[in-house]
């Protein structure tokens, strides 16, 4: 079913980035780090796209986190809603980035590039991830820093959240085309043994650690021959695996 929401916030985060929170009045029940279909109404057709959720679902409103295309039939238009508009969100959600299709591990590694942080954002809101993981990094890679969403509410993200994630949350940004403290792609950071040495995390083992990736068509197949090597089964709605991959977006 296809419910009509209201808009209650907006906020741009740069030229490529915006998210937006809508109501929540019908039961739009899901696992967090799922993704559903939005979209808006346009001469008379409706235009839907796939959206990760990146609020949780314990929250009593839903939120999104949208790329700004120019000559994309949705966000080109999308991108100037405001409050009080209505948007088309499906009432069914799916995805494979979910916890429990993840093997009981150690320490969780949340890899994102681009609006691929979206479900990260629901995931790191949810008790059970720091029930069931020692400690959290959510590592989000873009080319600048305009384009690090929730930047300021990621690295403060324990001191407001606490109470669920009892300082076991971490959070670790780089960029690829701009200079930053961490420079460069996570994943020459994980495979050079940097990263988990950075955030003083244990050598990452592919026995323990679990992982769960969203970016680019690129990003997710370099991650995935990474764990292949590594021997690492990778997980879905059926069978729990080491790892679990998302596509960000298709690429056409
Ligand atoms: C499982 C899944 C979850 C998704 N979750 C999100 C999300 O949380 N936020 C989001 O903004 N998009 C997300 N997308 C992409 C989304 O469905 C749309 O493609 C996007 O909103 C653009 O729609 P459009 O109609 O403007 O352009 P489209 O015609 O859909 O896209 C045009 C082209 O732009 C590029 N593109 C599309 N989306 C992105 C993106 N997010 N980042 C970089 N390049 C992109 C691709 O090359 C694509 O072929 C998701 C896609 C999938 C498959």
Redesign the pocket.
């Known amino acids: 079913m296809i419910n009509k929401e209201v808009v209650t916030k907006v906020k741009h985060w740069s030229t490529r980035?915006f998210s937006f929170t809508t109501t929540r009045n019908y039961p739009n029940k899901f696992n967090n780090g799922e993704?559903t279909m939005i979209g808006l109404e346009d001469e008379g057709k409706s235009?839907m796209?796939?959206?990760?959720i990146?609020s949780a679902n314990h929250e009593d409103f839903l939120e999104?986190?949208?790329?700004k295309?120019d000559?994309?039939?949705?966000?080109?238009k999308?991108r100037n809603i405001k409050i009080g508009d209505e948007v088309l969100i499906q009432s069914k959600s799916t995805?494979t980035l979910v916890i429990d299709y993840l093997k009981p591990g150690r320490n969780l590694y949340l890899l994102s590039t681009?609006?691929g942080l979206?479900?990260f954002m629901s995931i790191i809101k949810d008790p059970l991830t720091y029930e069931r993981f020692e400690k959290v990094v959510l590592t989000h890679t873009v080319p600048d820093p305009t384009q690090l969403a929730y930047l300021e509410e990621l690295t403060l993200f324990n001191n407001r959240w606490n109470i669920i994630t009892n300082n076991k949350f971490n959070y670790f940004s780089t960029l690829t085309r701009a200079p930053w403290d961490n420079i460069g792609r996570i994943t020459q950071w994980i495979k050079e043994d940097r990263l988990y040495k950075a955030i003083q995390f244990e050598p990452i083992s592919s026995e323990l650690d679990r992982f769960m990736v969203c970016g680019?068509l690129n990003f997710n197949r370099e991650l995935i021959e990474y764990f292949k090597n590594l021997e690492l089964s990778e997980g879905n709605t059926s069978v729990q695996g080491e790892y679990l991959v998302?596509?960000?977006?298709?690429?056409?």
């Open positions: 980035t993704f235009i796209r796939a959206y990760s990146a999104f986190l949208s790329i295309l000559k994309g039939p949705l966000t080109s999308l995805g681009g609006t979206a479900p680019s998302e596509k960000a977006f298709v690429e056409k």
